[in-house]
């Protein structure tokens, strides 16, 4: 059963603006952790950021920050201030130890 | 260099042959993992070391592929017979060995596979 759903294949924002991936994943776990990778062309995975199921407050990394809805089961990521360098494939993921299940990703373009 | 290696970047091989993949954790790590990712879609699980003990395998691990970690230190998956379904990218990654859910895994650069 698919676990991490992103149901934007592609995405497109003007350089300098904010821009929202969207992320929901199913689990009956209480326990669980949420990432956000992100993927260039080169092929290697990044790591952006973290959101833990018990955090009361959203995870922020400089321009990332988790918008964290726990009873929606969602988990959608924010990138303030697009740069160019942002254009690359994002992945959702989720933590249910010892395994890290991904979504299928969203290519996120940044038009200058 | 201290992050995630793996080797080689690129493999062409022919379909029936066998080939071998090695990947190098992050020096402190003791979890390894190793992923499969083909076009257009996220990592897919394959198995999962702490140390030198494999302790988790996905039924994607048909029995031609096999992994292992003699030394707790790097590993190494290997395929044999392989076949045009194979061709993808095998990434590795590693983590400490911190309990719970909030164990980051850092990925290598990924070897790509292809069969001809």
């Known amino acids: 059963a698919q676990k991490i759903t992103q149901t934007q294949p592609g995405m497109f924002v003007q350089e300098k603006e904010a821009v929202t991936l969207d992320c929901t994943y199913d689990t009956s776990d209480q326990s669980y952790g949420l990432f956000w990778y992100k993927q260039p062309s080169s092929g290697e995975m990044i790591f952006l950021i973290y959101?833990?199921?018990?955090?009361?407050q959203n995870a922020t990394e400089g321009r990332y920050s988790l918008n964290f809805q726990k009873a929606r089961k969602s988990a959608n990521l924010v990138i303030s201030a697009s740069q160019l360098g942002d254009s690359a494939m994002y992945f959702c993921a989720m933590r249910e130890a010892p395994d890290m299940r991904f979504g299928a990703g969203t290519r996120l373009t940044v038009k200058p | 260099d201290t992050g995630v290696s793996q080797d080689p970047r690129h493999k062409i091989t022919k379909r029936g042959q066998n080939v071998t993949f090695r990947c190098d954790p992050i020096?402190?790590?003791?979890?390894l993992y190793w992923y499969r990712q083909t076009l257009g879609q996220g990592p897919e699980f394959l198995t999962y070391?702490?140390?030198?003990?494999?302790?988790?395998k996905s039924r994607l691990l048909s029995d031609r592929f096999s992994a292992e970690r003699p030394k707790g230190s790097f590993s190494t998956l290997e395929i044999q017979r392989t076949e045009q379904g194979d061709s993808a990218m095998y990434l590795c990654?590693?983590?400490?060995?911190?309990?719970?859910?909030?164990?980051?895994?850092?990925f290598g650069p990924g070897t790509r596979l292809l069969v001809l």
């Open positions: 070391f702490q140390n030198e003990a494999q302790l988790e």
């Open positions: 990654a590693s983590s400490p060995s911190l309990a719970g859910e909030g164990e980051t895994q850092y």
């Open positions: 020096s402190e790590h003791n979890r």
């Open positions: 959101q833990g199921s018990y955090d009361e």
